[in-house]
């Protein structure tokens, strides 16, 4: 076997590699287990959880089968659990119902406080515990609504069976420990991941080949909530991956042409503990290779590493402590942009394999599909995100900062029972900030398919000299686009483009079935391959579009693919831009996101109206649609902010 990690130095080993070519797709097995579900949901993470929570609460039998052990993505596997929220709306707690009762459940859980006194949010948590929290909530909504759950944990989406415009079953792989292997959680995902993917038992795993199927009525809904739209690959409907081309509606975009190499960069976060005294720790055989990428981005950071310790500081062993105050027992979550970021750009090194390299890989074949991934990119953020606490501990160079000083009171937590829940001290899946976004159906407006795109909610003020720069037609299309009122007035040259800065509120969808507010905020790819290269640079431009947003929404026709009438997306596959999925990604958006997806499947089995019949014939208003909108709405489901109105430009105090 090939070695990955070699002694940590700190009271433990890292397993040994098992070679990429040990498991390999072979002939499929024959079927172990049917399962019946009026709803599939694909994907256990804060949006598949929001939306099979809907859909018990409706009373439907829903199926959801999830990668890790864990429910919650954000919350507890992905180990990103300080809930990123914006100051106005946390204040008037304006979150879908099932979201306020989580975050309200972990405060109540913590005698009313912030468990981990954290200072990037007022909920940081440890991740079992949101696990935990999610599980009690699908059984109490199980039982409320009258619904049934199946859950299937540690399993996977092997194919999808297609007639027509239905998707008709779905086979999957459900693994657990072989006879006298280590237990789940032992090795990164990188890898077991080929592993999970493969049909026959190999020396890790025993697998379960589950084949999911409609009721006796024929009629079901699948829900794709997975991290990197795993449906939306399998069943090859139209989307895009990383930067789009730049035009009037994503006027920010650093690129010319789409360009699918190039998604956010993702995070494989770790949990520390403050200790006492200094503790020992031996740099990992890769270290070097990493050395040169890290930075803590500001002097004052660097200055004073307590504050990024305690940025996301997740247990804290005094309650209420300050964001300065360090004290031992303290248990901090480590996210950090050029720190555990990891961010590759380019063909060589991409992580989420594009179409056509999904298609030359074979991963598109029947019983093709390995998860999508590119297993060396999973691999080199793993080695990112250990290399990172080294660095933090002991490292004495700064990427771009003057000064680092070594933090040598920590202890990189590990095993079953620590925080991230792994032998390896990784969180059990990488934080995705980016995924395979669906092209909508064409709609007015949208005759190429529909997205939510730049200019939909972004504060920028696209009067300035670099968007007139653009060309005076895009110029001029961007300034009718965030016109509103106004619009004609810019059409017929009575005023002039240039005085047009914002529309001074988000887009408003007559099809709106959810809300959010978050900037639109970066984590760009890198220009040279691999991303840990010394003196590698994120990409030029990227970060233009970055900025404050208005409230805005989640439209239904996001949801809704093309070619397939039974399948809805929801989480980070929505139909939008690169730019746009900058805002819509973190935890409460998934959540509403998730919410609608799965109530909008309990509505349509339950009157017979598909989801694209909902949305057909926008702008005219639909009544089935306003029904579903009032049905959310009375479930404490928002689909709008208060005082949403052509008429209100005045968001200024949404902070």
């Known amino acids: 076997?090939?070695?990955?990690?070699?002694?940590?130095?700190?009271?433990?080993?890292?397993?040994?590699?098992?070679?990429?070519?040990?498991?390999?797709?072979?002939?499929?097995?024959?079927?172990?287990?049917?399962?019946?579900?009026?709803?599939?949901?694909?994907?256990?993470?804060?949006?598949?959880?929001?939306?099979?929570?809907?859909?018990?609460?409706?009373?439907?039998?829903?199926?959801?089968?999830?990668?890790?052990?864990?429910?919650?993505?954000?919350?507890?596997?992905?180990?990103?659990?300080?809930?990123?929220?914006?100051?106005?709306?946390?204040?008037?707690?304006?979150?879908?119902?099932?979201?306020?009762?989580?975050?309200?459940?972990?405060?109540?859980?913590?005698?009313?406080?912030?468990?981990?006194?954290?200072?990037?949010?007022?909920?940081?948590?440890?991740?079992?515990?949101?696990?935990?929290?999610?599980?009690?909530?699908?059984?109490?909504?199980?039982?409320?609504?009258?619904?049934?759950?199946?859950?299937?944990?540690?399993?996977?989406?092997?194919?999808?069976?297609?007639?027509?415009?239905?998707?008709?079953?779905?086979?999957?792989?459900?693994?657990?420990?072989?006879?006298?292997?280590?237990?789940?959680?032992?090795?990164?995902?990188?890898?077991?991941?080929?592993?999970?993917?493969?049909?026959?038992?190999?020396?890790?795993?025993?697998?379960?080949?589950?084949?999911?199927?409609?009721?006796?009525?024929?009629?079901?809904?699948?829900?794709?909530?997975?991290?990197?739209?795993?449906?939306?690959?399998?069943?090859?409907?139209?989307?895009?991956?990383?930067?789009?081309?730049?035009?009037?509606?994503?006027?920010?975009?650093?690129?010319?042409?789409?360009?699918?190499?190039?998604?956010?960069?993702?995070?494989?976060?770790?949990?520390?503990?403050?200790?006492?005294?200094?503790?020992?720790?031996?740099?990992?055989?890769?270290?070097?290779?990493?050395?040169?990428?890290?930075?803590?981005?500001?002097?004052?950071?660097?200055?004073?590493?307590?504050?990024?310790?305690?940025?996301?500081?997740?247990?804290?062993?005094?309650?209420?402590?300050?964001?300065?105050?360090?004290?031992?027992?303290?248990?901090?979550?480590?996210?950090?942009?050029?720190?555990?970021?990891?961010?590759?750009?380019?063909?060589?090194?991409?992580?989420?394999?594009?179409?056509?390299?999904?298609?030359?890989?074979?991963?598109?074949?029947?019983?093709?599909?390995?998860?999508?991934?590119?297993?060396?990119?999973l691999r080199g953020g793993e080695e990112q995100a250990i290399g990172f606490f080294h660095w933090f501990h002991s490292g004495t160079t700064d990427a771009k900062q003057p000064i680092k000083k070594p933090f040598p009171n920590l202890r990189y937590l590990t095993g079953l029972n620590s925080p991230m829940g792994t032998i390896h001290g990784l969180s059990k899946y990488p934080y995705i900030r980016e995924s395979r976004r669906i092209i909508g159906r064409p709609a007015y407006g949208y005759p190429e398919g529909f997205f939510i795109d730049e200019v939909t909610a972004s504060r920028k003020d696209f009067s300035g000299e670099y968007y007139q720069n653009l060309g005076d037609r895009t110029f001029r299309n961007l300034a009718t686009s965030i016109a509103g009122l106004r619009t004609i007035d810019v059409i017929r040259d009575r005023i002039d483009p240039k005085t047009v800065k914002t529309l001074g509120r988000s887009h408003i969808y007559p099809d709106s079935v959810g809300i959010g507010h978050y900037p639109l905020d970066f984590h760009p790819c890198m220009v040279e391959s691999p991303p840990e290269k010394p003196g590698n640079q994120e990409r030029p431009g990227e970060r233009q579009g970055a900025d404050e947003t208005f409230p805005f929404q989640i439209p239904l026709r996001s949801m809704i693919p093309q070619k397939l009438d039974n399948l809805l997306i929801t989480g980070k596959s929505l139909a939008m831009s690169h730019i746009a999925a900058a805002g819509y990604r973190v935890h409460a958006i998934e959540w509403s996101a998730g919410a609608a997806a799965g109530t909008t499947a309990a509505f349509s089995l339950e009157t017979g109206v598909a989801p694209f019949q909902l949305v057909g014939n926008l702008p005219y208003a639909n009544p089935n649609l306003e029904k579903l909108q009032q049905r959310l709405n009375a479930n404490n489901n928002p689909t709008a902010f208060p005082g949403t109105s052509i008429l209100n430009t005045n968001w200024q105090n949404w902070k």
């Open 1 to 377: 076997m090939m070695k990955f990690f070699l002694q940590f130095g700190i009271g433990f080993s890292f397993v040994s590699l098992l070679p990429i070519g040990l498991v390999q797709a072979a002939t499929p097995r024959s079927i172990d287990q049917q399962v019946n579900c009026e709803i599939m949901v694909v994907g256990g993470g804060t949006a598949g959880v929001a939306a099979t929570y809907e859909a018990l609460r409706a009373g439907r039998t829903v199926c959801m089968t999830e990668i890790t052990d864990w429910i919650g993505g954000q919350v507890s596997a992905q180990g990103t659990s300080a809930l990123d929220e914006r100051a106005t709306q946390r204040s008037r707690l304006f979150f879908p119902r099932g979201y306020t009762d989580f975050r309200q459940r972990i405060l109540a859980q913590n005698e009313g406080k912030n468990p981990g006194a954290c200072w990037v949010s007022l909920v940081c948590f440890l991740p079992k515990e949101g696990h935990e929290t999610l599980q009690t909530m699908l059984r109490e909504a199980e039982k409320e609504g009258k619904g049934k759950l199946y859950f299937f944990p540690n399993t996977v989406a092997k194919s999808v069976a297609i007639a027509g415009s239905q998707i008709q079953s779905i086979r999957a792989i459900q693994h657990r420990p072989a006879p006298n292997s280590p237990p789940i959680n032992t090795y990164p995902l990188s890898q077991t991941i080929t592993d999970s993917y493969t049909e026959q038992d190999s020396p890790l795993f025993q697998k379960k080949i589950i084949q999911f199927v409609p009721p006796a009525s024929g009629k079901w809904y699948v829900i794709e909530a997975t991290e990197t739209g795993e449906l939306v690959a399998l069943t090859d409907v139209p989307y895009r991956l990383g930067l789009d081309a730049r035009s009037y509606r994503n006027p920010s975009s650093s690129s010319e042409t789409d360009n699918p190499y190039c998604p956010q960069g993702y995070t494989y976060t770790f949990a520390m503990e403050a200790t006492a005294t200094p503790q020992l720790v031996t740099p990992p055989d890769f270290y070097s290779r990493y050395a040169q990428s890290y930075s803590f981005n500001d002097k004052r950071y660097a200055e004073a590493p307590e504050l990024v310790f305690t940025y996301r500081r997740i247990k804290s062993s005094i309650p209420g402590a300050g964001s300065r105050s360090v004290n031992p027992g303290d248990i901090s979550m480590q996210n950090w942009n050029w720190g555990n970021d990891y961010a590759p750009g380019t063909s060589a090194d991409n992580y989420l394999l594009s179409r056509d390299q999904l298609r030359s890989t074979g991963q598109l074949d029947p019983e093709g599909w390995m998860g999508g991934f590119r297993v060396s990119g």
